[in-house]
């Protein structure tokens, strides 16, 4: 529940930061787009199962760079890590749990570049479904059983393959969640019987958590409230 206080940063907040902070992501976000847009043009695998090749990944060097950009401005200034990414050929599948929305897919863009398992729906978001395919996904379709059995034979195949494909990103819980508690693990990270990096990752708070409102469920609210902030942290 917020806080006197947490309402009137808010209140500030809203008309001090939050602008500036909007104004900077959505350009970010732009110049993201319009690269990964580039780095596509004249590709004739849409089915992702050609790796790209290296001239092309190479077009996307600024991708990692924006997106560390676009967690300063959600007020991301320091992130503590601890230990370090694997190289791809000793751990080609990286699982990081919990997963609470985009904050973890723009940490891992900026330290890995990795590849990602993500759901069909997301094809068609604008600007997502660009960097998804900039980032050679794998498409699940959750109310498809074969989709299913595709997705363990690319996640397979690329493991196998780690020079020629980048780390594959999988968040095995499969969905968002409040970060109250881990739930079950999909299989699809595990079954090719390759080494994995896992990756925790935590948001520590005093006033706000990102995965929880009091306000409601609303994304947009979320997004508000984290661009109001006047620093978030990541761990």
Same mark, same amino acid.
């Given at each position: 529940r917020a806080s006197w206080y947490e309402w009137i940063k808010l209140g500030v907040n809203s008309i001090?930061?939050?602008p500036v902070r909007s104004l900077a992501i959505g350009l970010c976000l732009l110049?993201?787009?319009?690269?990964?847009?580039? +780095?596509?043009?004249?590709?004739?695998?849409?089915?992702?199962?050609?790796?790209l090749p290296r001239w092309r990944v190479a077009l996307q060097t600024p991708l990692p760079y924006l997106a560390r950009i676009v967690l300063f401005c959600?007020?991301?200034?320091?992130?503590?890590?601890?230990?370090?990414?694997a190289p791809r050929?000793? *751990?080609?599948?990286?699982? *990081?749990? +919990?997963h609470t929305g985009m904050m973890e897919g723009l940490y891992m863009l900026w330290k890995i570049s990795p590849s990602v398992v993500s759901v069909s729906d997301n094809a068609a978001t604008p600007v997502l479904g660009t960097l998804l395919s900039a980032a050679q996904v794998i498409y699940v379709n959750r109310s498809d059983p074969g989709s299913r059995h595709a997705v363990l034979e690319h996640i397979g195949e690329r493991a196998a393959r780690p020079g020629l494909w980048p780390q594959t990103l999988?968040?095995?819980?499969?969905?968002?969640?409040? %970060?109250?508690?881990?739930?079950?693990?999909?299989?699809? *990270?595990?079954?090719?019987?390759? $080494?994995?990096q896992p990756v925790a990752l935590a948001y520590p708070y005093r006033h706000f958590s990102? *995965?929880?409102? +009091?306000?409601? $469920? +609303?994304?947009?609210?979320?997004?508000? %409230?984290?661009l109001a902030q006047f620093v978030n942290h990541m761990e």
């Open positions: 001090v930061l939050v110049v993201m787009f319009v690269t990964a847009k580039i +780095s596509l043009l004249g590709w004739a695998a849409p089915d992702h199962t050609v790796p959600f007020g991301y200034v320091w992130i503590t890590e601890r230990g370090r990414p050929e000793q *751990a080609p599948i990286v699982v *990081a749990a +919990s999988i968040f095995p819980e499969g969905l968002c969640t409040a %970060r109250t508690a881990l739930i079950t693990f999909k299989k699809g *990270a595990f079954v090719p019987g390759k $080494p994995i990102v *995965a929880t409102l +009091s306000l409601g $469920p +609303s994304p947009l609210a979320i997004l508000w %409230r984290t």
